[in-house]
Every structure is written in structure tokens, then in C-alpha cells.
């Protein structure tokens, strides 16, 4: 059973990757996977919403033995891909921690355009679409609350030292492919 402690998205990363969701990882998980230094609790997805997309997702998320979070078990909720097209953002506590799905995140259309400039991070045993540290950002602005604003600061800063070791290497390269005069 799931426990307030019990937190580890390997596990729900690679139950979506397996089971072929399409997905682009956003949220903190994402900004530690660019090298962020901030502590996250949950995994938040944006996936597309296409029917079969949604049927896959909505089994993982029956294997993880999903709940939605913040309502009573004895609410009625029946997991399926109809009700995830009904909605756009859920938020569940699942056997390995909590999961936020969501197909509109605020300051972008959605998967698709996430996905068409998401860069691919390797896992080990798999591989993830991770939405641009520029995404995160503008998703980070538009949602505007007082945490969101404080990583806004932290994801720009990482960017900008990013951004300098990429222009750094560039040179050093250059300067190696150099022949000598």
C-alpha cells in the first residue's frame, strides 16, 4: 500500500514507457532531469488524447492501482479512457506515488507541441520525452503561483549556465579542430 514516504517515478515513468503511452515529462521531474536542484513529490505528464493513447494510460494507471487524490475512496470513479477524455488534468496517488496527468498544461497548447521539441533523456533501461527547459518555464510562468514563480528563477538560471557550457564546448572545439599556423 501506498504510504505518505512511498515516492519513486522510475517506477512510473517506466510502466509508461512500457506500456507505450505517449507522453512528454514535465513539472519538477522534469527540471531535475535538466539538472535542476529542486525537490519534486510527484511525476506530472502531458500526454496526447487520442482514444488508443488514452486506453494505454488508463490500464497503466489501473495497474498502479491509481486513486484520485485529495477525494474520499468511496467516491465513485471509474478509470477508463472515456473518463480521462472527459477531463483534462487529474491528479492520482498511485502504489508509487503521485501522478498528475495532464493534457492542458497552462502556457502551452498541449502534447503535441511539447512533444515536437521535447528532448529524449535515457533512463538506463529506457528512455523519456522531457518538455525544453524553455517550456517549463512559460508552463512555470503562466501557472503563476508563489513556488512556481521561485522556479521560474531557478530553471532561467539553470538555462542560462546551460546555455554558456554549450557555447564554451563550442569554442573549445572549435579551437581543437584548428591545425596550428
Given at each position: 500500500?501506498?504510504?505518505?514516504?512511498s515516492?519513486?517515478?522510475?517506477?512510473v515513468?517506466?510502466?509508461?514507457?512500457d506500456?507505450?503511452?505517449?507522453?512528454?515529462?514535465?513539472?519538477?521531474?522534469?527540471?531535475?532531469?535538466?539538472?535542476?536542484?529542486?525537490?519534486?513529490?510527484?511525476?506530472?505528464?502531458?500526454?496526447?488524447?487520442?482514444?488508443?493513447?488514452?486506453?494505454?494510460?488508463?490500464?497503466?494507471?489501473?495497474r498502479?492501482?491509481?486513486?484520485?487524490?485529495?477525494?474520499?475512496?468511496?467516491?465513485?470513479?471509474l478509470?477508463?479512457?472515456?473518463?480521462?477524455?472527459?477531463?483534462?488534468?487529474?491528479t492520482f496517488?498511485?502504489?508509487?506515488?503521485?501522478?498528475?496527468?495532464?493534457?492542458?498544461p497552462?502556457?502551452?497548447?498541449?502534447?503535441d507541441?511539447?512533444?515536437?521539441?521535447?528532448?529524449?533523456?535515457?533512463?538506463?533501461s529506457?528512455?523519456?520525452?522531457?518538455?525544453?527547459?524553455?517550456?517549463?518555464?512559460?508552463?512555470?510562468?503562466?501557472?503563476?503561483?508563489?513556488?512556481d514563480?521561485?522556479?521560474?528563477?531557478?530553471?532561467?538560471?539553470?538555462?542560462?549556465e546551460l546555455?554558456?557550457?554549450d557555447?564554451?564546448?563550442?569554442?573549445?572545439?572549435?579551437?581543437?579542430?584548428?591545425?596550428?599556423?
Amino acid at each position: 500500500m501506498i504510504t505518505e514516504y512511498s515516492f519513486d517515478p522510475l517506477v512510473v515513468l517506466q510502466a509508461l514507457h512500457d506500456a507505450d503511452v505517449a507522453f512528454v515529462v514535465i513539472g519538477g521531474v522534469a527540471a531535475r532531469l535538466h539538472g535542476s536542484p529542486s525537490l519534486t513529490r510527484d511525476v506530472d505528464i502531458c500526454h496526447a488524447r487520442d482514444n488508443v493513447n488514452l486506453q494505454r494510460l488508463s490500464g497503466v494507471l489501473v495497474r498502479l492501482h491509481a486513486r484520485l487524490r485529495g477525494v474520499d475512496d468511496d467516491v465513485p470513479f471509474l478509470l477508463d479512457a472515456l473518463t480521462l477524455s472527459a477531463g483534462a488534468n487529474f491528479t492520482f496517488s498511485t502504489d508509487a506515488g503521485s501522478l498528475d496527468i495532464l493534457a492542458a498544461p497552462a502556457g502551452v497548447s498541449g502534447y503535441d507541441e511539447l512533444a515536437s521539441t521535447a528532448i529524449v533523456v535515457d533512463l538506463g533501461s529506457f528512455s523519456v520525452h522531457v518538455a525544453r527547459l524553455d517550456d517549463l518555464i512559460r508552463m512555470k510562468q503562466a501557472a503563476g503561483r508563489p513556488k512556481d514563480r521561485v522556479e521560474v528563477e531557478i530553471l532561467a538560471a539553470l538555462r542560462d549556465e546551460l546555455e554558456g557550457e554549450d557555447s564554451d564546448a563550442s569554442g573549445r572545439r572549435g579551437q581543437q579542430r584548428r591545425s596550428p599556423d
